[in-house]
């Protein structure tokens, strides 16, 4: 059956990969370099092809479909989660070794491509401009690798890719992979994220907090509405709303140590549709983000306050949304140690480099609060200005691919002889 992620064919691409690995890096064992700069341009054609055919949160079942054919031509046998929106599948090494797992994130986000190249967007109002469309055809990329490896027996445990959907919304896909049994006995867990402000061939990584914690909040005002002649026989929710989007952030900082670093920042405020006439519905939503874990646990109720009391003298009937997100992904340490020595063996010494912690929210990290595990930043940076994630015109040097599948091999092979 041919679905409309079925690949092309005929495709000439032509990527610039050696099998000779980057200068500092160690080869990866059984010739898989030579294999890699093989499986290289079919790699851009699936990451190319991903990328003109996204899907967005929840709706994955193509993308998943073409994730399902790609690893069983490789001799896997993955499985569909519940929905059919993911994937799991485990590369069986040896069975007394451990189980390591490593995630990519499939989902689209809900904007229009505009990018004038080859492999623009084809649906309209929905884009890849997060890079999951990389994360995901890395991961395939590993799963070639892995196979091939675990055929020859060089395999020293099992290995767990996770294909999740609904990354970028709430509730979290993570939590339907971790529903389905993704971490059953699962010892570590990895993933990267394409970061644009490192070039390709460096790898930020952080102990500890990498992310912030990320929570929806929405406000709806209700009142009486009425003609904008007479404000004092009704209540203003224009004005209530114009308080709400310019009072509360600033308030609500005020509640919690500077420190925390607790940002609430209204995306979205709708009211009205007729300039003589005070509505009698309007709303706000936006994001709260805080780098603190404990101000995160307290940030609903604090919220909620400050709303109130900014709303109260303006008589309008407040609803709060607050909606949790994610917690912060907190980096374990000796995860950490695993992706330094991966990234050195994968790309050289000078493959490592600092990164601070974001303010950008991540649903790996419910899978670190039932396991150990970290998450790398790769570097897909493109010569001359840089364009930031979630934004239409975001684009990776696709160099980037061939190096993620290098430092995600080397990552596994890595965790599983630490755990040995």
Same mark, same amino acid.
């Given at each position: ?22 200068? =500092? ?8 370099? @030579? ?9 851009? #054609? ?46 069986? !090494? ?37 890079? @999951? ?20 027996? *060089? ?69 009486? !509405?009425? @003609?904008?002649?007479?404000? @004092? ?33 209204? =995306? ?52 709060? *949304? ?22 050195? #063996?994968?790309?050289?010494?000078? !493959?490592?480099? *600092? ?25 897909? =940076? ?39």
């Amino acid at each position: 059956m041919t679905t409309a992620l079925t690949m092309p064919t005929g495709e000439q691409l032509v990527a610039s990969w050696s099998e000779v690995p980057p200068v =500092g890096g160690q080869p990866l064992p059984a010739e898989l370099d @030579h294999l890699l700069a093989l499986r290289v341009p079919g790699l851009i #054609a699936t990451r190319r092809h991903i990328h003109s055919h996204p899907e967005l949160s929840g709706e994955e079942f193509e993308t998943a479909a073409l994730i399902a054919r790609e690893l069983s031509l490789a001799g896997l046998s993955p499985r569909m989660l519940p929905k059919g929106n993911g994937v799991i599948c485990d590369i069986n !090494g040896r069975p007394d070794g451990p189980v390591v797992a490593l995630r990519a994130d499939i989902d689209a986000l809900p904007l229009t491509d505009t990018k004038d190249v080859p492999y623009r967007s084809t649906v309209d109002g929905v884009c890849h401009a997060c890079g @999951h469309d990389v994360h995901t055809t890395v991961m395939l990329g590993v799963g070639m690798l892995l196979a091939q490896l675990a055929d020859l027996g *060089e395999l020293p445990g099992r290995v767990r890719l996770i294909f999740q959907p609904a990354e970028e919304i709430l509730p979290c896909g993570s939590l339907e992979v971790i529903e389905a049994g993704g971490l059953d006995d699962v010892a570590q867990i990895f993933a990267l994220h394409c970061d644009p402000s490192l070039p390709v061939g460096r790898v930020g990584l952080r102990v500890g907090p990498i992310t912030a914690a990320a929570d929806n909040v929405t406000v709806r005002l209700t009142g009486p !509405g009425g @003609h904008t002649a007479r404000p @004092h026989l009704t209540v203003d929710l224009v004005d209530a709303l114009g308080r709400l989007v310019t009072e509360v952030p600033a308030l609500v900082s005020r509640r919690v140590p500077a420190n925390s670093g607790l940002l609430l920042v209204f =995306g979205h405020a709708s009211a009205g549709t007729q300039y003589n006439v005070i509505p009698s519905e309007a709303s706000a939503s936006g994001t709260l983000r805080v780098m603190d874990r404990d101000t995160w646990h307290s940030a609903p109720d604090i919220v909620t306050q400050v709303v109130r009391d900014v709303l109260a003298p303006t008589g309008a009937t407040v609803d709060i *949304e607050y909606l949790r997100g994610r917690p912060p992904v907190s980096n374990d340490a000796q995860a950490i140690t695993v992706l330094t020595a991966a990234t050195i #063996a994968a790309l050289g010494p000078e !493959g490592v480099a *600092e990164t601070p912690q974001s303010m950008g929210g991540e649903d790996f990290s419910w899978y670190l609060e039932y396991v150990p595990g970290a998450l790398a930043r790769l570097g897909v =940076g493109r010569a001359g200005p840089n364009v930031d994630l979630h934004r239409p015109s975001f684009d990776v040097d696709e160099r980037a691919v061939p190096t993620g599948v290098r430092l995600m091999v080397q990552t596994a092979l890595q965790a599983l002889a630490a755990l040995r």
